[in-house]
């Protein structure tokens, strides 16, 4: 079965600190993943796919196939990286969605 | 073109009565998807659109619940006989072919089943 797991509900760091938002998913053909920011009182908006590598914002994800993993991570936190959090896999249908993590900067 | 719309915002309704949700996708998109929302859960995946058809429907998408697309362009979600569990945030998404390149999202309606 497809499924998206993001551990964590609750991510609380200071400003400068490094990131990680932690992401597994089960599929088994060749996926593609994707995460999902949404800001306070905005709409979900895409925030990097896998397929791209790219950086955005700072933030980065690298797809472990091994460890069916895709983890979101950047250096240093800054304090408007404050949002919900959203890792999605698309297998050709509806993509899944995980639970979300929200992150919380601290100055 | 100023990305998804959908219409209304916010819906409050009695319980047993029929609700209907618009949503105004990116014109050049030809997949549209309905996702619906619950505190503390990601978008969990109703039903989707390629173009004016409708290829698939999740098992969470009861008899109640209606969506079409006519001529490939908006789409509409009616739910009829409404029940308090229904009451969520209903979200609308497009994307240009199968979605390698991402959803962009509209900002939901919130339905409120009283």
């Known amino acids: 079965a497809q499924r998206v797991t993001q551990p964590e509900k609750l991510l609380s760091v200071f400003k400068g600190a490094p990131v990680e938002l932690k992401c597994n998913y089960s599929?088994?053909?060749?996926?593609?993943l994707f995460w999902y920011v949404q800001y306070s009182r905005q709409r979900l908006q895409l925030l990097l796919r896998?397929?791209s590598r790219e950086s955005i914002k700072g933030f980065t994800a690298d797809l472990n196939k091994g460890e069916t993993s895709f983890h979101l991570k950047k250096p240093f936190a800054q304090e408007e990286d404050s949002a919900m959090y959203y890792c999605a896999l698309s297998g050709g249908v509806g993509a899944i969605f995980g639970k979300g993590t929200k992150l919380s900067v601290k100055p | 073109d100023t990305g998804v719309s959908q219409d209304p915002r916010h819906k409050i309704t009695k319980r047993g009565q029929n609700v209907t949700f618009r949503c105004d996708p990116i014109?050049?998109?030809?997949?549209l998807y309905w996702y619906r929302q619950t505190l503390g859960q990601g978008p969990e995946f109703l039903t989707y659109?390629?173009?004016?058809?409708?290829?698939?429907k999740s098992r969470l998408l009861s008899d109640r619940f209606s969506a079409e697309r006519p001529k490939g362009s908006f789409s509409t979600l009616e739910i009829q006989r409404t029940e308090q569990g229904d009451s969520a945030m209903y979200l609308c998404?497009?994307?240009?072919?199968?979605?390698?390149?991402?959803?962009?999202f509209g900002s939901g309606t919130r339905l409120t089943v009283v």
């Open positions: 599929y088994s053909g060749s996926p593609e």
């Open positions: 896998h397929i």
């Open positions: 014109s050049e998109h030809n997949r």
């Open positions: 659109f390629q173009n004016e058809a409708q290829l698939e």
């Open positions: 998404a497009s994307s240009l072919g199968g979605g390698t390149y991402g959803y962009t």
